[in-house]
């Protein structure tokens, strides 16, 4: 499948003062608002690494599933190294290559994409989910399972759908949703062409009772068959 042409230093940037300067720069492109095509795939992807891995290695997972039954229909994975070390802020640099690699494999193209990392709830409101959304120019929803920037405006309720609004600096940057009672919630936010409402919508709908939507919950099992495979 085609992708948008970028930059090298978009993807695999020489040290962090570039990638910092690439954010910023790539930043510019993220829309915040729906522009979707009707949905009938939808794709889940995640990564599997160990931090002090000395190789670096990054495995990526990818799932496509169809809309509405959420029948799996294709899955990829890729391994690479990643082009910079682990740093906060900066992992869609470290994530991204490898997904691409996993996502150049699949003979369907997803209409929408949930991304097991932030959108733009992150400090320069470029997460790995919007990261990737620019770099596919495709409609991405950030689905983190840890908060990076921001806080809820009030406690999340325990029962299953609860949400609160999340905010940083008084703006706000997503929500967050409890989407299985006894569970830790979810940092939902827009990666790339997509409203919050809508991306928080998605999200509830494609839930089967665990605490992942079903799209990001196989991919984080496929992403941890990649690195099995690799060990």
């Not at 020489?14 to 979707?36: F, M, N, S, T």
């Not at 869609?92 to 699949?106: C, K, M, S």
């Not at 009030?154 to 905010?167: D, H, I, K, S």
């Not at 409203?195 to 941890?224: D, F, I, S």
Request: charged residues 20%; contains cysteine.
């Amino acid at each position: 499948m085609t992708r948008p042409a970028l930059p090298s230093a978009w993807l695999s940037p020489p040290d962090i003062a570039a990638a910092r300067i690439a954010q910023l720069a790539i930043a510019e492109r993220v829309v915040v608002g729906d522009d979707l095509p009707p949905v009938w795939l939808i794709a889940g992807v995640d990564v599997s690494c160990a931090r002090f891995d000395p190789r670096r290695l990054v495995h990526a997972g990818i799932v496509v599933l169809r809309w509405p039954d959420l029948e799996l229909l294709e899955s990829a994975a890729a391994t690479m190294p990643a082009p910079l070390p682990y740093v906060p802020g900066y992992l869609g640099f470290r994530e991204v290559p490898a997904l691409l690699a996993a996502w150049d494999q699949l003979t369907n193209r997803p209409d929408l994409v949930l991304v097991d990392g932030h959108g733009i709830a992150h400090p320069r409101r470029f997460g790995v989910a919007t990261h990737l959304g620019i770099a596919l120019d495709a409609p991405t929803i950030g689905v983190a399972k840890h908060a990076l920037v921001g806080a809820p405006t009030a406690p999340v309720g325990e029962a299953p759908g609860a949400t609160q609004a999340l905010e940083w600096q008084g703006r706000r940057i997503g929500a967050v949703l409890r989407s299985r009672r006894g569970a830790g919630p979810l940092w939902i936010s827009p990666g790339h062409r997509i409203a919050l409402p809508t991306a928080l919508a998605w999200v509830r709908q494609c839930g089967r009772g665990y605490r992942l939507p079903e799209p990001t919950r196989l991919a984080h099992l496929a992403a941890n068959t990649a690195r099995r495979a690799a060990s």
